[in-house]
């Protein structure tokens, strides 16, 4: 769970996490289910607010670190498009950084519709891989480099069709908005940025010496305080 724990606690991850919980607008009482809730962190701010607040993952180690954090929550471990929910149970479902791992958004939006009762608010979220953002002298292997992390995430793009899909599912005052994080420190992203130009060099999208030249271009704006990475993440908010 380590590199969930470290993902959720960047400075901008709170942020991402309160914003989301605006959008949801739900009072204390209400009942809400984090899906794909990873470490439990929302879980356990939610349940801090005072919501009856479920857990989902399909991890069990997910949920074990979870349930540690949100003693008081309920947790299941299940898949997003069956969970162990009764129809028009929840107030509210959350499922944020999740459908970038899935073939097909729509199973899961169904049962999202399913569990939430008629005038019940649904929040999705996520970091759309096209957005990505980072300075480089060499822009097009950049490009190419980004294409190699998409290459290793099964949905790279799903996040912007979230819109289609909870408006195609019967979802109404469907909302897009845009969390965007500024990365300055280039060791926060320095294992993300290998692992990309890894899968670039393993997809023959580049060479061996493109991918080291670019990782030591990288660590030298690093040093030097030029990194930038940009990283948008889109929530699309709705109403049952
Ligand atoms: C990138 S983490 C996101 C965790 C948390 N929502 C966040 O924003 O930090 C993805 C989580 O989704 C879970 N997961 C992946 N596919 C799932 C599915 N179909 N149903 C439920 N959980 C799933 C994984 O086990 C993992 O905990």
Redesign the pocket.
């Given at each position: 769970m380590s590199f969930?724990e470290r993902?959720?606690e960047r400075p901008g991850?709170a942020e991402l996490r309160a914003a989301s919980y605006r959008m949801l607008g739900l009072k204390r009482g209400a009942t809400c289910v984090?899906?794909?809730?990873?470490?439990g962190?929302?879980v356990a701010e939610l349940a801090k607010k005072g919501l009856k607040v479920t857990g989902?993952?399909?991890?069990p180690d997910?949920i074990e670190a979870a349930r540690e954090r949100a003693p008081g929550a309920m947790f299941h471990v299940?898949?997003?498009?069956e969970l162990p929910l009764e129809d028009e149970s929840m107030d509210g479902y959350r499922?944020?950084?999740?459908f970038h791992?899935?073939e097909d958004s729509a199973p899961?939006v169904a049962e999202a519709y399913r569990v939430l009762r008629p005038g019940g608010r649904i929040v999705l979220g996520g970091q759309d891989y096209g957005f990505v953002l980072i300075d480089s002298s060499d822009q097009d292997l950049t490009d190419v480099i980004r294409l190699g992390l998409e290459s290793r995430t099964v949905s790279p793009r799903a996040t912007r069709t979230l819109r289609d899909v909870l408006l195609d599912t019967g979802f109404t005052d469907v909302e897009v908005a845009v969390h965007t994080e500024v990365v300055t420190d280039y060791e926060q992203m320095a294992p993300q940025l290998k692992s990309a130009a890894e899968a670039a060099v393993d997809k023959a999208l580049i060479t061996r010496e493109d991918a080291a030249g670019w990782l030591r271009e990288q660590a030298g704006r690093g040093r030097r305080d030029r990194f930038l990475a940009v990283l948008p993440t889109l929530l699309v908010g709705g109403q049952r």
């Amino acid at each position: 769970m380590s590199f969930l724990e470290r993902i959720e606690e960047r400075p901008g991850a709170a942020e991402l996490r309160a914003a989301s919980y605006r959008m949801l607008g739900l009072k204390r009482g209400a009942t809400c289910v984090d899906v794909a809730c990873g470490a439990g962190h929302a879980v356990a701010e939610l349940a801090k607010k005072g919501l009856k607040v479920t857990g989902v993952d399909a991890d069990p180690d997910a949920i074990e670190a979870a349930r540690e954090r949100a003693p008081g929550a309920m947790f299941h471990v299940a898949h997003s498009d069956e969970l162990p929910l009764e129809d028009e149970s929840m107030d509210g479902y959350r499922a944020l950084r999740l459908f970038h791992l899935l073939e097909d958004s729509a199973p899961t939006v169904a049962e999202a519709y399913r569990v939430l009762r008629p005038g019940g608010r649904i929040v999705l979220g996520g970091q759309d891989y096209g957005f990505v953002l980072i300075d480089s002298s060499d822009q097009d292997l950049t490009d190419v480099i980004r294409l190699g992390l998409e290459s290793r995430t099964v949905s790279p793009r799903a996040t912007r069709t979230l819109r289609d899909v909870l408006l195609d599912t019967g979802f109404t005052d469907v909302e897009v908005a845009v969390h965007t994080e500024v990365v300055t420190d280039y060791e926060q992203m320095a294992p993300q940025l290998k692992s990309a130009a890894e899968a670039a060099v393993d997809k023959a999208l580049i060479t061996r010496e493109d991918a080291a030249g670019w990782l030591r271009e990288q660590a030298g704006r690093g040093r030097r305080d030029r990194f930038l990475a940009v990283l948008p993440t889109l929530l699309v908010g709705g109403q049952r």
